[in-house]
């Protein structure tokens, strides 16, 4: 069975910074490239940040309305992935979903998400 | 980035109604080498992650009821709910994974009328 678990998630201050992991199983990670989408409350998904595989050179992608915010990272040793946020803003604040998909297929499984609320 | 407007925002149904959500791409999703088009389908309900419906426009992932159908070509797209259950109450969101990054339309909110 396909498993993916957010965590890292809480109340952060303005300015702050938080880092979100997200652990799986159930599948050969190393075939996969990850994803995170957030989603604010009430409103709709936002595609945040891409990691591809091996085969891709790990290559990165971001939203460029966090671009220079957020780093991506992956560990193909654990069948894990990363999600570094700094300079933390009020509309940061969102349930941070973790994905996978592959070159030809979208995203095919999600994790139930990681809250983040960035509030003084 | 490819911009994705899915209209309308919202629709209201009765049970057994048949209902249709559009959407609508900035540029083509039809890749040239596989002949196909990189526009997928995703069903939220409130307080769930979202679930994946239709990928390649038109294929319904294993275990989705086929009264969900996915049509549409290049730019324009439809996905249509024959029947509505009270069980597709719910956020729809289509995608595009033509290029990254994989943008999402604003979501169409099902409600019961």
């Known amino acids: 069975e396909v498993q993916i678990l957010e965590t890292g998630g809480g109340l952060v201050k303005p300015g702050g910074s938080l880092r979100l992991s997200c652990a799986t199983s159930g599948f050969n990670f190393n075939d996969y490239f990850m994803n995170w989408v957030r989603q604010a409350p009430g409103k709709g998904l936002e595609w945040v940040a891409q990691?591809?595989?091996?085969?891709?050179?790990?290559?990165?992608y971001y939203a460029e309305s966090l671009e220079g915010r957020v780093t991506i990272s992956r560990d193909d040793s654990k069948s894990s992935v990363y999600l570094q946020v700094s300079s933390l803003r009020a509309e940061d604040t969102a349930i941070y979903y973790c994905?996978?998909?592959?070159?030809?297929?979208?995203?095919?499984?999600w994790g139930q998400g990681a809250s983040v609320t960035v509030s003084s | 980035d490819i911009v994705m407007t899915q209209s309308p925002s919202s629709l209201a149904v009765s049970a057994g109604e048949t209902v249709t959500i559009n959407c609508k791409s900035s540029q083509s999703l039809f890749g040239s080498v596989r002949q196909k088009n990189y526009l997928a389908w995703y069903q939220q309900k409130p307080g769930q992650s979202p679930k994946l419906l239709i990928y390649?426009?038109?294929t319904r992932e294993s275990g989705v009821p086929d009264r969900f159908i996915g049509s549409g070509s290049g730019t324009d797209f439809t996905l249509t709910i024959s029947s509505v259950q009270a069980e597709d109450l719910a956020n729809y969101y289509c995608?595009?994974?033509?290029?990254?990054?994989?943008?999402f339309g604003a979501g169409t909110k099902l409600e019961l009328k």
């Open positions: 994905t996978r998909r592959t070159i030809a297929a979208p995203m095919d499984a």
């Open positions: 990691i591809r595989n091996k085969n891709y050179n790990y290559a990165t």
């Open positions: 995608q595009q994974y033509y290029d990254t990054p994989n943008t």
């Open positions: 390649l426009a038109s």
